[in-house]
């Protein structure tokens, strides 16, 4: 499984774009980039999921350079409620059916 | 539609003691996989469910045990508790997609 290194803690102030590196150079072929969020006591959620280039959804933009080698999660214009810890994993797609591989995430702390 | 739930929310346990938590999926799924979370710590796969098979396993002792029903529901067993077991234990679900989805989480503590 794909090693990933991303930044321990973030801060952030309020109303601005927060962007998240996550390093992964030993991505494979078939691996998909996924990141997912966490609030204290909860589970994880799903925030994105790309394989190249760029996504974006109602919360969350991906953008992933030719190599694959890193990837970037950004977050426009954060609120308090957005404090929390994001996990970038790397994973083959597979129907739900791989294992999912946590680090320790980045910690981010949006301030007012 | 009910996500993700477990119960209970909360568990105190004494050493060398058994445990059993519960996990009901999300409609729809029937994949269950099982989440180790130590304080400070990103969660740890200890095995997935599928067809009422464990389908993966990770790198868990074998006093982590686990069932799932024909309802897709699952059980996570744990014996001979030790100090270390003291975790937040994540239940996830899927289906034809690849995303999982979590539950709230039992809060374990071994005394």
């Known amino acids: 499984l794909a090693k990933t290194t991303q930044p321990i803690s973030m801060d952030s102030y309020e109303g601005q774009e927060v962007n998240i590196t996550c390093s992964h150079n030993n991505i494979a072929t078939n691996d998909y980039i996924t990141w997912y969020q966490q609030f204290p006591s909860q589970g994880p959620r799903f925030i994105i999921q790309?394989?190249?280039t760029k996504v974006t959804n109602e919360v969350a933009s991906l953008f992933i350079p030719a190599d694959r080698k890193s990837s970037t999660l950004s977050l426009p214009r954060v609120s308090l409620s957005d404090t929390a810890v994001y996990y970038c994993?790397?994973?083959?797609?597979?129907?739900?059916?791989?294992?999912?591989?946590f680090g320790k995430g980045t910690k981010l702390s949006v301030i007012p | 539609d009910a996500g993700v739930t477990q119960s209970p929310t909360h568990l105190i346990k004494t050493r060398g003691q058994q445990v059993t938590l519960r996990c009901s999926p999300k409609?729809?799924?029937?994949?269950v996989s099982w989440y180790q979370q130590a304080l400070g710590q990103g969660p740890q796969f200890i095995f997935q469910?599928?067809?009422?098979?464990?389908?993966q396993r990770g790198n868990f002792p074998d006093r982590f045990s686990g069932h799932q029903f024909p309802n897709y529901s699952s059980e996570l067993n744990v014996n001979a508790l030790l100090l270390g077991d003291s975790a937040l234990y994540l239940c996830?679900?899927?289906?034809?997609?690849?995303?999982?989805?979590f539950g709230p989480g039992t809060r374990l503590t071994v005394t």
């Open positions: 996830a679900s899927s289906g034809v997609t690849y995303e999982q989805y």
């Open positions: 469910y599928y067809e009422e098979e464990e389908r």
């Open positions: 994993l790397v994973g083959d797609r597979g129907a739900g059916s791989y294992q999912l591989t």
């Open positions: 409609s729809g799924h029937d994949t």
């Open positions: 790309g394989y190249k």
